[in-house]
Structure formats: structure tokens, C-alpha cells
């Protein structure tokens, strides 16, 4: 083997082209090189991930790599005027609901039908009509009221609860002059439905300081709810229940609820089987969950929502939730803005659960507050499933968690992007799949992560990526990590067309006895030192009983090495190109750590069709560490490597360098075979 190490100076082909053997090959193709991989949108980093054109009203935004959509001007919401709100999709700030008149009644009361008149200003005794309206609530025969009556509130405050038979619609004269402000003593909620048939309506009016619900619908019965302001309410300010049960809700706002700091908390509480349809929708500053929908049979259809600043419980500081689908609910949101809600902005959890986003942007969640970690954008777990389709997480403190056996995720067309970084074991990371979930994952961006961008984690948890680039992987607080893709622990990946790019530590890694990641047409360049010690830089690793399967692979510039594998686990892989591997820079590290280009640590390599080139020191690196498992193989064929310090370094006794010359050139190396004691570096830690 020696002797053969003088190789490099035998005479060759004009190209300067020899086999490790020293013969020559006039016959070997080698300059037909190895084709890129097959990813249409390479050349501009950038996968057809499509977010526009953007939903009515919502405007175009380019805050990174592709075109995004807002829905609200540049400047974000505005501060508006009491009475008023700013709804996602409009350009400003208007009335919630009519606009004030300058008569005591709404200009939109029905002139037709039955309609009942009440003034707060009036002299009791009234009998109802415009000319000698009831002065309040109590005056009022709700019981006796026929369907379709109208009952029109002037300008004031009226205390009491309204409890609204079928058909019949409450109306006050605008949310900023007309105000409910509900019942001293016990009573269920400031307005109630006591029967079944059409929905009853309320319009134009201010629920506001009750100190019970705002509204209550359940038993099979129908409330809608249009132009009105919900605050300071306790418990829940909104609650529908029961298996038929409906609640619509348009041009509403619920703000600021009231917690004792037990289970109350919730803006918008919609379980047991209720249906809920709302639009333009505003819920804001309210504790715990800020839309719940729960229960098998229980649905949610939202459009234009706005869900902000959700606080978390009054009692052990946790929660805080923005849109949940939990234990068999289902909920449909459609053009949905999440901003600064805590823990996790949406959640579906339990077996049954189902959550459909499209048009969402999630962005600024805040960690928990009770030990500072989570803060994630979308948590689904135990059993659940999301489909998600036009999304965009920004600034959350993590991305996308999944986890359990039966949970499943489907995403299309999604921007996760500027991941921040606190305590915890999710911080930082844009999708995390776990403990035997599963998604599939195409037309996908993932910029600017933390710690790492995609985690698969445990058995039985999959994901297939197709059309996906992770720009950028970023250390955590701790200056640990930055990877770009990792499997562990039995996890598995698909990847197809898929860029890795600007990662540190590891662009791609597999760890763990049964984890597996299939590979086709995938590029990973540009991985850099871990920022904590200059050490890594690995462009892909393998260890500890992992696998990698595929053809098309790209590693191009990296530091310490192209492709390791270690500790029985293998690689096999056709048209593999390799290139420009460097050492890490660390000048402090002994020996200036390495710049191979493939190593083997007792682990199993086959490559057909390949190219390696442009390494720093090794061009292949086979190596046997009696203090690891597994044996070292590795076996090339059709290939070339050329422009590296030492084409091929051997440091198995007695290896058969056949099986790395099987119409393998080696050219334009400073040496072509060496088998000189080269220290070995340690592999990747598992997350």
C-alpha cells in the first residue's frame, strides 16, 4: 500500500488521469461528469412556493424570499376610536357594525314587521311604540314577543339580561351609544336564546363589565351576532353548546375577558357538538384560549379573523392559546391573522381533531410565561390533523411541532422564517416531527431557524419533502447547533428536490438504528463551523446504525467533511458530487481539523456514478476505530477524484483498493493513495 502511495507520480493519460493501482485507462469516461440535480428552481434558491395573488384586501409583501401577504396596511393595525375596529383585509379603522345616526334609533330597523321600541332615557310606563318606548330591559315582554319582532335600543346603557326567543333581533342604535351591561345576581349570560328555530339576532350593541358570560346559545338553538363589541365579561364571553347549536358571528369584536383564574378564560367557547361561522371577526387581550372549539361533532368555520395578544391564565400562568381544535373538533380558518398570542398560537390535539388553514399568518409568539419556554406558531399532537396551505409563521420562538402516533400534517406553500431562541427543547426549530407523527411537506421554505430547521424524531415519525429549501439554520441562544435536516432515534425522511444552505454543524444528519433518510435530486452546500468552538461543518453524517438511500446528491462547500459515515451505519448512493471541502479555520484546534471529502469510521459506503473533488486533505477516507461498532466498507465505482490533497487515505490493514478503483480515475491530486495515521473527529451529538 505504500509503495502504491507513490502512484501520483506514475506517468497517465494526457489528463493526468491513473487508478489507484497505477494502471491507465484510455477507455474510462470521465470528463462526461456527473449531472446537477434535478431541481428546476436551483439557481434562484428558491422552491414555486405560491402565497399570492393575496386574499381580498390583504396586501403583497416582500419580506424575504418569495411574495407575501399582510392584511393589514404597513403600518399594521390602527388605534381606533371607540365603537370602531380594524379588521383584517380592510385599509383602516370603521364602525363595528352601523354607523352612529343622528336620530335615537339605527337607521337599518326594519320598517315593516313588528317592531318594539326602548329608550333608556324614556319615563317608565311605556308601551313599546316610537312614540312611547319602554325605558328598559325589564319592560320588555320577551316572553310574549312574536318571531320576527324587532326590538330597536336608543342611545344608553341598559342593565339586565335579554333572554331572545327564536327569530326575534335585538338592535341598538350603534356599538359606541348602546351598551348591555347584563344582570346583578345569577344568571347565565347578558343574552340568552330560550328556543329553537331561527337564529336570534343581535346587532349594533356593546356587551360590556357583565359579570357573567356576554352570550350563551346551546340545546339545538341559533344566535348570530353582527356588529358588537363583547368586553370585560367573565367566564367566557361567548359560549355555544350542545349538538345543534349554531353561532354566527360578523363584524364582532371580543376583547379583554375576565378569569377567576379556574377553567373561565375563553373569548369564544364553542364545544359539545355546536357549530360556529364567524367573519370579521377581532379577539384580543382575553386569557387562556381565545377561540376554543372541543368535542367530536363540534365545528368552526372563521374568515377574516384577526386573534391577538392572547394572555395566559390567571392562575399558573400557562396557555394562552389563540385557535384550538381539541378532542374531535374540526375547524376551518380562511384568511386568519395570529400575532403575539402565547405558548402556541393554534393547537389541534386529540384523536378525531382537525385543523384546515389557508391564507394564515402567524407571527411574534410569545414563550410561556410560567418557565419561558414553547412560544410555538402550530402545536398538533395526539392523534390530531392539520392541512395548511398558504402559510406564513414569522418571529415565533418555534414553528411547526407534531408528535404521536396518528398525527398527521399536510403543508403546502408556507414561509416559516425568523425563528427566535429561549429555553426549552423546541426553541428555535421551524418544524419539529415526533414520537411517530407524520407530514408531508411540499412547496415549503424554511429561513433563518434555529438550533434546527427540521427535526423527524422517534419510530414510526416520517416526513416527505418535496420542493422544500432550508436557508440559513441559525445556533441557538447557546450558540449550539444550526442544522439544516436531522433524523434521529428511528425517524425517516423523504426528500425530493430539496436544498440545504448556510447551515452550521450538520447540513443533513441521520442518527440512530433505524433512522433512514431517501434522498433524490437534494443539494446541501454551504455548511459552516458550529459558531461555539469553529469545530463541524459537516455537509451530511451518518451514525450509529442510520441509512441514507438515493441517487442525485450535491454537497458542495463545506468545512471538516463532505459526507461521514460512522458507528455501522451506511450510504449508498448514485450520481453523488462532491466538492470543496475545507478545514474548519479553528486555530486553535491541533492539527487544524481535516477537510476530507467521504469518510467511513466502520461504517458502509457504496457509491456509483460520482465525483469528488476540490478537498482540502483526503478525497476518501477509510477508516477502522476498534472502539466503535460495525465494520468499515466502502466500495466506488464510475467515478473520479481529482484536485485533493490525497486522492484516496487508507487506514484498514490490509484493504483492498480494488474496490475503490472499479473505473474510479484519480487526477491532478497532490497524492493519490496515503496511509498515514490521520486523527479521526468526533460525529454530531444527537438533539
Not at 372541543?294 to 386573534?307: C, F, K, P, S, Y
Not at 424554511?446 to 423527524?456: G, K, M, P, T
Not at 426528500?495 to 447540513?507: E, K, T
Request: glycine letters at 12%; aromatic letters at 4%.
Amino acid at each position: 500500500m505504500l509503495a502504491a502511495a507513490a502512484c501520483g507520480d506514475d506517468a497517465g493519460p494526457d489528463d493526468g488521469s491513473v487508478r489507484l493501482d497505477g494502471s491507465t485507462d484510455a477507455d474510462a469516461d470521465v470528463d462526461g461528469g456527473v449531472p446537477a440535480p434535478d431541481i428546476p428552481w436551483l439557481a434562484a434558491s428558491v422552491p414555486p412556493v405560491s402565497l399570492s395573488p393575496c386574499r381580498a384586501g390583504w396586501r403583497e409583501v416582500t419580506a424575504g424570499d418569495v411574495t407575501e401577504c399582510d392584511p393589514y396596511p404597513a403600518g399594521g393595525p390602527a388605534e381606533c376610536a371607540s365603537g370602531e375596529a380594524h379588521f383584517p383585509g380592510e385599509p383602516g379603522c370603521r364602525p363595528i357594525g352601523d354607523a352612529c345616526p343622528s336620530g335615537d334609533y339605527a337607521t337599518t330597523v326594519p320598517s315593516d314587521g313588528t317592531t318594539v321600541y326602548v329608550n333608556a332615557s324614556a319615563a317608565a310606563g311605556g308601551d313599546g311604540s316610537i312614540a312611547s318606548p319602554y325605558a328598559g330591559l325589564s319592560e320588555v315582554p320577551w316572553v310574549s314577543l312574536a318571531t320576527g319582532t324587532t326590538v330597536a335600543l336608543a342611545r344608553g346603557t341598559y342593565p339586565g339580561a335579554v333572554a331572545l326567543k327564536a327569530g326575534i333581533q335585538l338592535v341598538g342604535t350603534c356599538v359606541a351609544e348602546t351598551t348591555l351591561s347584563g344582570a346583578t345576581g345569577s344568571v347565565a349570560a347578558a343574552v340568552t336564546v330560550t328556543s329553537t328555530g331561527e337564529p336570534a339576532t343581535v346587532r349594533n350593541v356593546r356587551i360590556t363589565d357583565a359579570t357573567h358570560r356576554g352570550a350563551l346559545v346551546d340545546r339545538g338553538r341559533s344566535l348570530s351576532l353582527e356588529g358588537v363589541l363583547v368586553e370585560r365579561t367573565w367566564g367566557q364571553a361567548i359560549l355555544a353548546a350542545t349538538p345543534g347549536t349554531s353561532l354566527t358571528l360578523r363584524d364582532t369584536v371580543v376583547r379583554d375577558t375576565q378569569s377567576d383564574g379556574s377553567t373561565s378564560g375563553r373569548a369564544v367557547d364553542v364545544e359539545l357538538g355546536a357549530h360556529l361561522d364567524a367573519q370579521r371577526l377581532i379577539i384580543a387581550r382575553n386569557p387562556r384560549f381565545a377561540v376554543y372549539v372541543g368535542g367530536a361533532g363540534t365545528e368552526a368555520r372563521l374568515a377574516d379573523v384577526a386573534v391577538v395578544d392572547t394572555l395566559p391564565s390567571t392562575a399558573d400562568d400557562t396557555l394562552g392559546w389563540g385557535l384550538s381544535a381539541l378532542e374531535g373538533a374540526h375547524v376551518d380558518a380562511r384568511g386568519v391573522f395570529l400575532a403575539r398570542n402565547r405558548d402556541v398560537a393554534v393547537v389541534a390535539e386529540g384523536p378525531g381533531s382537525e385543523m384546515i388553514l389557508e391564507d394564515v399568518v402567524v407571527q411574534d409568539t410569545e414563550p410561556r410565561a410560567s418557565d419561558g419556554t414553547f412560544g410555538g406558531a402550530i402545536l398538533v399532537h395526539r392523534g390530531a390533523r392539520l392541512e395548511a396551505t398558504r402559510l406564513v409563521a414569522a418571529r415565533n420562538y418555534a414553528g411547526i411541532l407534531v408528535s404521536d402516533d396518528g398525527t398527521s400534517v399536510s403543508l403546502a406553500d408556507a414561509v416559516i422564517r425568523d425563528l427566535l431562541s429561549t429555553t426549552g427543547p423546541t426553541s428555535g426549530r421551524a418544524i419539529e416531527v415526533a414520537e411517530g407523527a407524520n407530514l408531508d411537506a411540499s412547496r415549503v421554505i424554511l429561513a433563518r431557524s434555529r438550533n434546527v430547521a427540521v427535526l423527524i424524531d422517534k419510530a414510526g415519525s416520517t416526513a416527505t419533502l418535496t420542493d422544500v429549501a432550508v436557508h440559513d439554520t441559525q445556533p441557538s441562544s447557546d450558540a449550539r447547533f444550526g442544522r439544516g435536516i436531522e433524523a434521529e432515534g428511528g425517524g425517516q425522511i423523504t426528500a425530493s428536490r430539496v436544498l440545504v444552505s448556510g447551515s452550521r454543524d450538520v447540513g443533513l444528519l441521520g442518527l440512530g438504528l433505524g433512522t433512514r433518510i431517501t434522498v433524490s435530486n437534494v443539494v446541501v452546500r454551504d455548511t459552516e463551523a458550529r459558531e461555539s468552538d469553529l469545530l463541524f461543518g459537516y455537509g451530511v453524517e451518518l451514525a450509529s446504525g442510520a441509512q441514507l438511500l438515493g441517487d442525485h446528491l450535491s454537497i458542495d462547500t463545506t468545512r471538516l467533511t463532505g459526507l461521514y459515515v460512522l458507528a455501522d451505519a451506511s450510504a449508498e448512493i448514485s450520481q453523488f458530487k462532491l466538492s470543496n471541502v475545507q478545514r474548519s479555520g479553528c486555530g486553535d484546534c491541533p492539527d487544524d481539523p481535516h477537510g476530507h471529502g467521504v469518510i467511513a469510521v466502520n461504517g458502509t459506503v457504496r457509491l456509483t456514478d460520482f465525483e469528488v473533488s476540490d478537498v482540502d486533505t483526503c478525497g476518501l477516507f477509510i477508516v477502522s476505530e476498534p472502539g466503535l461498532p460495525g465494520t468499515t466498507s466502502v466500495d466506488v465505482s464510475s467515478g473520479v477524484v481529482e484536485r485533493s490533497m490525497i486522492g484516496a487515505c487508507v487506514q484498514v490493514d490490509g484493504y483492498d483498493i480494488d474496490r475503490l478503483s472499479d473505473d474510479v480515475m484519480y487526477r491532478d491530486n497532490e497524492q493519490n493513495l496515503d496511509s498515514t495515521m490521520l486523527s479521526v473527529f468526533a460525529p454530531a451529538e444527537a438533539l
